[in-house]
Each structure stands twice: as C-alpha cells, then as structure tokens.
C-alpha cells in the first residue's frame, strides 16, 4: 500500500523539491507515526523542528501535524477501498484504539470515518493537494 501512497503522493505533489518528497516519504514510509515534528525532522537529518517548519512551508506544504494527518487518512481510504480494512482493524494493527484513529480522521477532515469512506480517496487526496500551495500541483492538460 506504501508504494502506491507514495506514487499518488508523488505525481499530485510534482513540483516539490527532492527535500519536499523526501519529507513526504518518510512521513508514508511511517505511516504518519512519528510521534512530534522533532523526530521527522531528525530522521530527515535537519537540525531540528523549526527547521522542519521552514522547510515544509518554503514547499507549500502544510504544517506537520496536518500534512501527516492527511497522509495517514489517504492511506487508510486506500486500504478499505482496496480491501474493505475496516478503520479498527487498521488500528488493532498498529496497537492503538479505534477511537483514535476516527479522532484522528475527525480533526484532520472535519467528516466521519463513514463520511470519508463514502467520499473516497480521490476526494481525500484533492483535499491534501488543495492545501498546499498551488505552485507545487503539476497541472495535466488535456489535448481535446
């Protein structure tokens, strides 16, 4: 499921520097686990949080905590449409409660786990791509 995360990632996020995918990947590798902005940052070799910070908004991207959280509901829409993984199996496998996780899609979305689903991934991915700043979305025109 990662690799297909990272490539949706990749394609609707094209116009992001080496450094913005990098942050991307390990945030998708993770699943979006890293417990504090600090721990990404010095898995990515930065010096520190706000250094992060700098990075992610010189990108467009959105702050950590938001930009993980998407990431995270993007990929759990794209284990139930691929397979019907209900949200509090995701969880038992990750050894967290159920009830986190729809916290977690509540906050990042505003919607309900069954308001997601309904919506689907394609929505969940625009929705990320809409926050973030346009000049990092690769336009696609079509010749008609």
Known sequence: MRPLL???LDCSLAGLSPA???VIHAITRSRGRFVTSTALAASLGLRDRHTLDRLLQSEGLPSYKQLS?????????LEWE?????L???ALEEGLNAEVYGRTVQRVSGLTWTEIR??????VLLELV???RPTTITTVRLIS
């Open 69 to 77: 959280g998407w990431i995270r509901v993007l990929g759990w829409v």
């Open 20 to 22: 913005g995918h990098a």
């Open 118 to 123: 309904a919506r689907g991934s394609t929505w």
């Open 130 to 132: 809409g926050r973030c």
């Open 88 to 90: 509090s199996s995701s």
């Open 82 to 86: 691929r397979a019907r993984v209900a």
């Open 6 to 8: 990272e490539n949706l």
